[in-house]
């Protein structure tokens, strides 16, 4: 290569390798002020929920201070009272003693009298007996004596009166409303007080809340900043690589077994095209003899040169390149799929899997790059007077993994159940054995867990200058348009693999060795996919269309990479425990459970299990979702019923994972005291929170970069009012409860 050649190509990898490393700066920058937001999201939340209780808290005071008052009052007044019968009793008991007194002298006196008149008596009856004297003394004894009487009876009742007066205990009375009222005087300064702090706690708080808030909308911009940024630089990486680098890029698949290689052509710069569609009139005009696309160990980007990949190519290392003719572009670019593992149960037999430039096989979690190595016609190579060929840059870097499977976000429910804490419960299928060696029967078993988030339903709390809303309306773009592009590349594969067998029996008719019917199975095989395919990619189009319209569930920024990132005390480890087959589909379809009898389910299992038996001994998928259908025609006979069933696109994608090995699983958990939120919150009763599952990988270290994290989508998942063990747990509480709390933040 000349030196002219060799600056510019250095000029380029350079530029570049600095665009790529400021973006992955700029990446880095982005990520950590998205956790600064989220953390100050959580810090307002969390003094927001503060506030909230302690609200409730001086509400409460406040109205057990105003009965303390009201009491204290009361108790005043029995205190003056007390004090006013003590007083008034003791002037009575007094009284009735002095009036006691009095009445006895006056009782002696009487008696005295009667006596004296009954001695009177005594002498008249001896000298004027029967005389009218006589009669007149007789009389006034007689009324003498009943005076006397009288007399003694009064003294009686006036000495029990004043007994009486003494018995009553008006000292003890008085000690214990004095009692009382201190009593109630010390309570109503100390309930007082509790209200004062309360008051002061309130308005500290608030004053929290007000100062989160500006600290979070402090982040929501810096974070506003980094995104335009990140775009920026991304964009700019994207525009430098498409004029200087044939604008190479890589696209996993969405199978872990392969990529798609994707370029433009090189064009000669000395030669104007003609005007034409024709691929076959471009071709001939093509410099480009062949294109060699090399897989590279991400560490050795920068020491892997033309050099190198001539040798490659030159020593015949065929596992490490794959070669392409130019007569495969199509409108001026190639797209070439790659695949790093043989497919399983494919009829192409020229596929060829590609190992890295030393050698290596594909390696899950690793990063590589890969270089396009452009080896000239030799005319076109005389016509130029130089003999060099030409070797791209390198790609982007990128890494593939297994990719979890995640719950249906309608399969998660949290309810309460009678006399037991609330629950959390979702059924999903998960493979736990992996190919980590391709090309080599060596399978190993994983333990997958899954931690049960719960996010407070708070979004009117957040109501920022970005808003979450729009912060996941970016990220959710950026989603939708790789999950559009990684489909539409899916289906331009599986065309040229029909191209390709099309043209082997065309080309190969007569053949006593060319399995036709198996080739006809392929492709028919391969067309489902494609309608599959390009149903889902027309949900993703919809999916991307309406996500200008998204309305963020809950109110802060939250995604897979802020919940890897939960400390364990935030989450709780869901339990898992396997079922059958046929109580996965009965459970997750509940028009197929209506409509089963008596000895359906155990038809269902078995049929299942010899599906699965059928597709390991090869057995096509298209004719095996045939007879699935057959065995749930048999199930409902009802055609409307089955027709709906067979509408749900869940249906047969789990049937498929069945067939590839996933198994069901039950996953629980029962929300417990110490329960808290992402935000390692308390859970509060009566408040509405929304349930995540984050899936991980529970393994080696080594094992565990071949994996990825995945996160239900809880943006969907219905929230749920959380009971508290002092609360009412029926099903009929919590149902009024529900129906009892204002429905916020609704799309």
Same mark, same amino acid.
Request: aromatic share 8%; proline share 2%.
């Given at each position: 290569?000349?030196?002219?050649?060799?600056?510019?190509?250095?000029?380029?990898?350079?530029?570049?390798?600095?665009?790529?490393?400021?973006?992955?700066?700029?990446?880095?920058?982005?990520?950590?002020?998205?956790?600064?937001?989220?953390?100050?999201?959580?810090?307002?939340?969390?003094?927001?929920?503060? /506030?909230?209780?302690?609200?409730?808290?001086?509400?409460?005071?406040?109205?057990?201070?105003?009965?303390?008052?009201?009491?204290?009052?009361?108790?005043?007044?029995?205190?003056?009272?007390?004090?006013?019968?003590?007083?008034?009793? =003791?002037?009575?008991?007094?009284?009735?003693?002095?009036?006691?007194?009095?009445?006895?002298?006056? *009782?002696?006196?009487?008696?005295?009298?009667?006596?004296? *008149?009954?001695?009177?008596?005594?002498?008249?009856? %001896?000298? =004027?007996?029967?005389?009218?004297?006589?009669?007149?003394?007789?009389?006034?004894?007689?009324?003498?004596?009943?005076?006397?009487?009288?007399?003694?009876?009064?003294?009686?009742?006036?000495?029990?009166?004043?007994?009486?007066?003494?018995?009553?205990? @008006?000292?003890?009375?008085?000690?214990?409303?004095?009692?009382?009222?201190?009593?109630?005087?010390?309570?109503?300064?100390?309930?007082?007080?509790?209200?004062?702090?309360?008051?002061?706690?309130?308005?500290?708080?608030?004053?929290?809340? %007000?100062?989160?808030?500006?600290?979070?909308?402090?982040?929501?911009?810096? /974070?506003?900043?980094?995104?335009?940024?990140?775009?920026?630089?991304?964009?700019?990486?994207?525009?430098?690589?498409?004029?200087?680098?044939?604008?190479?890029?890589?696209?996993?698949?969405?199978?872990?077994?392969?990529?798609?290689?994707?370029?433009?052509?090189?064009?000669?710069?000395?030669?104007?095209?003609?005007?034409?569609?024709?691929?076959?009139?471009?071709?001939?005009?093509?410099?480009?003899?062949?294109?060699?696309?090399?897989?590279?160990?991400?560490?050795?980007?920068?020491?892997?040169?033309?050099?190198? %990949?001539?040798?490659?190519?030159?020593?015949?290392? @065929?596992?490490?390149?794959?070669?392409?003719?130019?007569?495969?572009?199509?409108?001026?670019?190639?797209?070439?799929?790659?695949?790093?593992?043989?497919?399983?149960?494919?009829?192409?037999?020229?596929?060829?899997?590609?190992?890295?430039?030393?050698?290596?096989?594909?390696?899950?979690?690793?990063?590589?790059?890969?270089?396009? /190595?452009?080896?000239?016609?030799?005319?076109?190579?005389?016509?130029?007077?130089?003999?060099?060929?030409?070797?791209?840059?390198?790609?982007?870097?990128?890494?593939?993994?297994?990719?979890?499977?995640?719950?249906?976000?309608?399969?998660?429910?949290?309810?309460?159940?009678?006399?037991?804490?609330?629950?959390?419960?979702?059924?999903?299928?998960?493979?736990?054995?992996?190919?980590?060696?391709?090309?080599?029967?060596?399978?190993?078993?994983?333990?997958?867990?899954?931690?049960?988030?719960?996010?407070?339903?708070?979004?009117?709390?957040?109501?920022?200058?970005?808003?979450?809303?729009?912060?996941?309306?970016?990220?959710?773009?950026?989603?939708?348009? !790789?999950?559009?592009?990684?489909?539409?590349?899916?289906?331009?594969?599986?065309?040229?693999?029909?191209?390709?067998?099309?043209?082997?029996?065309?080309?190969?008719?007569?053949?006593?060795?060319?399995?036709?019917?198996?080739? =006809?199975?392929?492709?028919?095989?391969?067309?489902?996919?494609?309608?599959?395919?390009?149903?889902?990619?027309? !949900?993703?189009?919809?999916?991307?269309?309406?996500?200008?319209?998204?309305?963020?569930?809950?109110?802060?920024?939250?995604?897979?990479?802020?919940?890897?990132?939960?400390?364990?005390?935030?989450? @709780?480890?869901?339990?898992?425990?396997?079922?059958?087959?046929? !109580?996965?589909?009965?459970?997750?379809?509940?028009?197929?459970?209506?409509?089963?009898?008596?000895?359906?389910?155990?038809?269902?299992?078995?049929?299942?299990?010899?599906?699965?038996?059928?597709?390991?001994?090869?057995?096509?998928?298209?004719?095996?979702?045939? =007879?699935?259908?057959?065995?749930?025609?048999?199930?409902?006979?009802?055609?409307?019923?089955?027709?709906?069933?067979?509408?749900?696109?869940?249906?047969?994608?789990?049937?498929?994972?069945?067939?590839?090995?996933?198994?069901?699983?039950?996953?629980?958990?029962?929300?417990?005291?110490?329960?808290?939120?992402?935000?390692?919150?308390?859970?509060?009763?009566?408040?509405?929170?929304?349930?995540?599952?984050?899936?991980?990988?529970?393994?080696?270290?080594?094992?565990?970069?071949?994996?990825?994290?995945?996160?239900?989508?809880?943006?969907?998942?219905?929230?749920?009012?959380?009971?508290?063990?002092?609360?009412?747990?029926?099903?009929?509480?919590?149902? !009024? /409860?529900?129906?009892?709390?204002?429905?916020?933040?609704?799309?």
């Amino acid at each position: 290569m000349s030196s002219y050649n060799d600056n510019l190509h250095s000029s380029v990898v350079s530029s570049l390798n600095a665009q790529e490393l400021e973006l992955q700066k700029v990446k880095a920058k982005q990520d950590a002020s998205m956790f600064s937001l989220y953390y100050a999201q959580g810090a307002r939340i969390t003094a927001s929920e503060k /506030l909230e209780v302690t609200s409730e808290k001086y509400e409460y005071e406040q109205k057990v201070n105003g009965q303390a008052t009201v009491d204290s009052d009361i108790s005043t007044n029995v205190l003056a009272s007390a004090n006013n019968a003590k007083t008034y009793t =003791d002037k009575s008991v007094t009284n009735t003693s002095v009036a006691a007194s009095n009445m006895q002298i006056a *009782t002696n006196a009487i008696v005295k009298l009667s006596s004296d *008149t009954g001695s009177i008596l005594s002498i008249v009856s %001896a000298g =004027d007996f029967g005389t009218e004297i006589y009669d007149q003394a007789k009389n006034a004894a007689i009324l003498m004596d009943n005076t006397a009487y009288v007399a003694e009876v009064a003294s009686q009742k006036s000495m029990e009166s004043s007994a009486s007066i003494s018995e009553v205990s @008006t000292k003890t009375l008085v000690d214990k409303a004095t009692v009382t009222d201190t009593s109630v005087k010390d309570l109503l300064a100390v309930v007082s007080g509790e209200l004062e702090a309360t008051n002061t706690l309130v308005q500290t708080e608030t004053s929290e809340v %007000a100062t989160t808030s500006t600290e979070e909308k402090k982040a929501e911009g810096q /974070l506003e900043d980094l995104s335009v940024s990140y775009r920026a630089t991304r964009d700019a990486y994207k525009l430098s690589n498409s004029q200087l680098n044939l604008d190479l890029t890589v696209l996993p698949s969405i199978a872990h077994q392969k990529f798609t290689a994707s370029f433009n052509i090189y064009k000669n710069p000395f030669h104007l095209e003609a005007n034409t569609t024709d691929d076959k009139s471009t071709a001939t005009k093509s410099p480009v003899d062949s294109y060699y696309v090399m897989l590279v160990k991400e560490s050795q980007r920068q020491t892997f040169t033309i050099n190198n %990949a001539e040798t490659i190519v030159n020593n015949g290392s @065929t596992l490490s390149y794959v070669k392409i003719d130019p007569s495969d572009a199509r409108n001026g670019r190639i797209s070439q799929t790659i695949y790093i593992s043989q497919p399983k149960g494919t009829e192409l037999g020229e596929v060829k899997v590609l190992h890295d430039s030393d050698g290596n096989e594909f390696k899950l979690g690793d990063d590589y790059v890969i270089f396009v /190595l452009t080896v000239f016609t030799t005319e076109y190579k005389k016509s130029i007077n130089t003999f060099d060929d030409y070797l791209s840059a390198a790609s982007m870097m990128f890494t593939m993994k297994h990719t979890l499977n995640r719950p249906s976000f309608d399969s998660i429910s949290v309810a309460p159940i009678n006399s037991a804490p609330q629950k959390l419960e979702f059924d999903i299928l998960q493979k736990l054995e992996f190919d980590f060696e391709f090309n080599k029967p060596a399978k190993t078993k994983i333990n997958v867990g899954y931690r049960c988030i719960f996010l407070p339903d708070n979004c009117e709390l957040i109501d920022g200058l970005l808003t979450a809303a729009d912060l996941q309306h970016i990220e959710k773009g950026i989603e939708f348009d !790789e999950e559009i592009a990684n489909y539409n590349y899916e289906i331009h594969d599986l065309q040229q693999q029909n191209d390709y067998l099309k043209g082997k029996k065309s080309n190969d008719s007569g053949a006593k060795d060319v399995d036709t019917k198996g080739i =006809d199975a392929k492709i028919a095989h391969n067309k489902a996919e494609i309608t599959k395919l390009e149903i889902k990619l027309k !949900e993703a189009e919809k999916q991307r269309k309406a996500n200008d319209e998204y309305k963020a569930k809950p109110g802060f920024f939250f995604n897979t990479t802020i919940a890897e990132q939960i400390p364990a005390g935030s989450y @709780t480890d869901g339990n898992v425990a396997a079922i059958s087959f046929s !109580e996965y589909f009965l459970k997750k379809y509940p028009i197929l459970s209506k409509e089963s009898k008596d000895g359906d389910a155990k038809k269902l299992e078995s049929t299942i299990k010899k599906f699965i038996k059928d597709f390991i001994g090869g057995k096509s998928i298209l004719v095996l979702c045939v =007879d699935f259908v057959k065995i749930l025609k048999e199930i409902i006979k009802a055609e409307k019923k089955l027709e709906t069933l067979l509408k749900n696109e869940a249906l047969m994608s789990d049937f498929v994972l069945v067939l590839a090995g996933y198994t069901p699983f039950t996953v629980s958990m029962e929300f417990a005291a110490e329960t808290t939120d992402n935000f390692g919150n308390r859970l509060i009763g009566s408040n509405s929170y929304i349930p995540a599952v984050l899936v991980v990988s529970d393994t080696t270290e080594t094992q565990e970069k071949m994996f990825k994290n995945t996160l239900s989508n809880f943006g969907k998942t219905n929230p749920f009012t959380y009971i508290a063990a002092n609360q009412s747990n029926t099903y009929e509480a919590a149902n !009024e /409860l529900v129906n009892s709390q204002p429905q916020k933040c609704k799309k």
